[in-house]
């Protein structure tokens, strides 16, 4: 890991491995949607609605990835210092913020018809909430500093200590029996769903996954750059003072 | 044990020469709670339903307003340097400064809680669990806060972020002591809603001290 602490290595890996994540997560997502809405069956109860799971399933198992990758990034930087884990939790913020509000609202739109309401306050939507305003502290946090290395330092520690929402998240369909349905894929004994259907919400969950990376390395890159800017921006203003010094 | 009396006493003088202003906390609480009556109408039944979900919010509202004072002064004046460099673990100095801050805040909020009960014609059977959850609840609040406000630390905007920071953290204690009440006035069971609040308040006394030096530690650096 520390081979890729080095921020030029990480841009000259990242540069290679760049489009190559963008046309994966392109074909995996098409490939996905495709399949999700022409070559998959309707659902017997909720007919062609169920079309919807596609994108709000693995849109929220995303907002739990990245939160998780954060927490992980978050842990790297406070124990090893790595250089590039502060910037990778920082740049990972705002894509996971998406996916959880693209989760809540499509899980909202799917509620109406399904439910009959756009919003209950069970034990799930409860917590992904939780999980939104999580990621929303974060970034107000990383913010809210002049001196940037302490913005990442404090935010770090937050990611940490609201990392108990995630299994909270995760457990709180069997925990309560509420409205949400139960876990149908990432539980014991397996996926409990037919394959034609899991076949493009799984595409559908690495394309996202993909996509995330994609984006990931994109903010990363502008993070060094601007890293960089501000560095040299400095020297514009410190140089004459140490051209005599 | 002595030394961590000592810091508890010194937190308590402090607060007394600063006049007690923590208290204003208190009168927060109650303007607070009385705004609803205004907004809600004064019906007595509509009052005494909702009557717990007001009490716990605003009581939560409070104690985070007060949560800034319990680093934000040492830390300007340069007192929490001298502590952090003492002999005395960090854990145990903020340990003591939580305790002197709920003493001086979340004990105060608990006193007034009944009179505000009767205001909003809270049932009698919910006022000794009230009390009971709130005895559990409020040193919770100060505990998780001290949490948010070792991270702002020399942040600008320092108060209006430890609430984003901070309340989300907030509301499984805010779930469970209005589960607890409400429970006790429907007739129901509420030991479960208790013993909850009490395991929250264990698992933070474990954790927030530790996070909060963690989070001093990193602002002082």
Same mark, same amino acid.
């Given at each position: 890991m520390h081979r890729f602490a080095n921020p030029k290595r990480f841009m000259r890996l990242s540069g290679v491995l760049l489009p190559w994540t963008a046309g994966l997560s392109i074909v995996l997502i098409g490939a996905g949607i495709y399949l999700a809405l022409f070559g998959s069956p309707s659902d017997y109860q909720q007919g062609q609605s169920v079309r919807m799971m596609y994108v709000h399933v693995p849109a929220a198992w995303m907002s739990l990835f990245c939160y998780t990758s954060m927490a992980v990034a978050a842990a790297v930087a406070l124990i090893w210092k790595h250089p590039l884990a502060d910037l990778a939790a920082k740049s990972a913020a705002p894509i996971g913020a998406c996916f959880t509000f693209l989760a809540l609202v499509t899980g909202s739109l799917w509620g109406k018809p399904m439910w009959g309401t756009w919003w209950v306050w069970d034990a799930r939507l409860t917590s992904v909430l939780i999980l939104f305003f999580l990621y929303l502290g974060y970034m107000a946090l990383i913010n809210a500093f002049d001196d940037p290395t302490r913005g990442y330092r404090a935010a770090s520690i937050l990611v940490l200590v609201g990392f108990v929402n995630v299994p909270i998240i995760k457990f709180s369909v069997d925990w309560w029996n509420t409205l949400h349905q139960p876990a149908?894929?990432?539980k014991m004994g397996g996926p409990a769903i037919h394959p034609s259907m899991l076949t493009p919400l799984l595409l559908v969950g690495v394309g996202y996954t993909t996509y995330f990376l994609w984006v990931l390395m994109v903010r990363m890159r502008t993070e060094i750059l601007a890293g960089k800017i501000r560095a040299a921006r400095l020297r514009q203003v410190r140089g004459p003072v140490s051209a005599e010094g | 044990m002595d030394r961590f009396i000592r810091l508890v006493g010194r937190d308590l003088r402090l607060a007394q020469r600063h006049g007690?202003? !923590?208290l204003l906390v208190v009168v927060f609480f109650v303007i607070a709670v009385v705004l609803f009556p205004f907004g809600v109408g004064p019906e007595p039944n509509i009052l005494a339903r909702i009557a717990a979900g007001i009490i716990w919010v605003a009581a939560l509202l409070a104690s985070m307003l007060s949560l800034e004072r319990l680093l934000q002064a040492d830390y300007e004046d340069g007192s929490l340097e001298l502590l952090v460099l003492s002999p005395v673990t960090l854990e145990v100095i903020v340990l003591a400064k939580i305790l002197a801050h709920w003493l001086t805040t979340g004990l105060p909020l608990i006193i007034a809680a009944p009179l505000l009960a009767v205001l909003l014609n809270m049932n009698v059977e919910g006022f000794a669990i009230l009390i009971l959850a709130l005895l559990l609840g409020t040193p919770t609040l100060s505990l998780m806060g001290a949490v948010g406000a070792g991270l702002i630390? &020399? !942040? *600008? *905007? &320092?108060g209006v972020l430890l609430s984003l920071l901070v309340l989300p953290l907030y509301i499984p204690v805010l779930i469970f002591g209005v589960g607890a009440v409400d429970a006790a006035i429907a007739g129901f069971a509420f030991k479960a809603q208790i013993l909850i609040l009490a395991g929250l308040f264990l698992g933070t006394l474990a954790l927030c001290p530790w996070a909060t030096a963690a989070a001093i530690r990193q602002a002082l650096e």
């Open positions: 149908s894929v990432f | 007690f202003d !923590s630390l &020399g !942040s *600008r *905007r &320092g």
